[in-house]
């Protein structure tokens, strides 16, 4: 069973998630996860991007009515993140051996990483996902060439790779995968259907664990295991002597941050 769990994990097209352990429970006891509004968004500039237009003219009294199109365009797309196993010539990053994910999104490393199979996702008629681009320079205005509804929401479209998948370089390391959706309302809650895709749950830390024992005795394994049905199998990601490791169970390591993924017969 180990072996095959193991085999499972290390040969799927894997996307990770890092969240609160109070959001992984909702996502997997409703096995839906909610797409972010741009708003809400930590990056600066995609949280408020202008038109170039509206830019030079809101200060010369133009009339902008049909200026904020665009925006209001925009703010219709919504946008789910996931990081990625990624490869740099002889190195291989592991997205689910991010530290700063780790620290930055799910809480200090008390939360959780859901893991999914890429291949089983599934994307509506309005989704559209892709790698994201890193870039040294990227501008937070843009140019429109249209100014009716209808043009723009073509236009906005065409041109969603430019206008939605490009980040400064400084956020490199959360190798991201993103998948857009453009909302009929901007202030409707999305939701992406994640009943097959969502497949591990990886644990860090467990504050009602005693630091002198393993993640398994704490509570948050078993009720995992429990709102799941026991269909999700949990990885405890530790700290060893020779650097992070990744655990199944009692077992040995199936994964360690100096060898790689164990190798079977």
């Excluded at 219709?76 to 780790?102: C, P």
């Excluded at 809480?107 to 989704?127: E, I, P, Q, S």
């Excluded at 723009?152 to 190798?175: A, G, N």
């Amino acid at each position: 069973m180990r072996e095959f769990i193991s085999k499972r994990f290390k040969n799927m097209n894997r996307l990770y998630h890092y969240t609160s352990y109070k959001a992984a429970c909702e996502i997997i006891k409703s096995k839906k996860f909610l797409f972010s509004k741009r708003y809400g968004l930590n990056d600066l500039i995609e949280g408020h991007k202008i038109t170039t237009r509206r830019a030079f003219f809101e200060d010369v009294g133009f009339d902008m009515s049909k200026e904020y199109i665009p925006e209001l365009e925009m703010m219709r797309y919504q946008q789910i993140s996931f990081s990625q196993d990624k490869t740099a010539g002889d190195m291989v990053y592991e997205g689910f051996n991010l530290h700063s994910m780790w620290g930055l999104y799910a809480d200090k490393g008390n939360g959780v990483c859901l893991v999914f199979d890429k291949d089983k996702l599934k994307l509506g008629a309005r989704d559209y996902g892709r790698d994201v681009q890193y870039e040294d320079w990227i501008m937070p205005d843009y140019d429109f060439h249209n100014t009716s509804k209808d043009g723009v929401r073509s236009e906005v479209w065409q041109r969603k790779d430019e206008l939605f998948f490009y980040k400064r370089k400084e956020w490199e390391r959360e190798q991201e995968f993103r998948i857009i959706r453009r909302a009929k309302n901007p202030n409707d809650d999305e939701y992406l259907d994640v009943s097959d895709s969502l497949s591990f749950v990886i644990l860090c830390k467990d504050d009602t664990s005693k630091y002198s024992n393993s993640i398994w005795s704490g509570k948050r394994y078993p009720h995992l295991k429990y709102i799941s049905n026991r269909k999700l199998h949990v990885f405890w990601y530790k700290a060893t002597m020779d650097g992070y490791a990744l655990y199944h169970d009692y077992d040995d390591p199936v994964w360690t941050e100096e060898g790689g993924f164990e190798t079977w017969d």
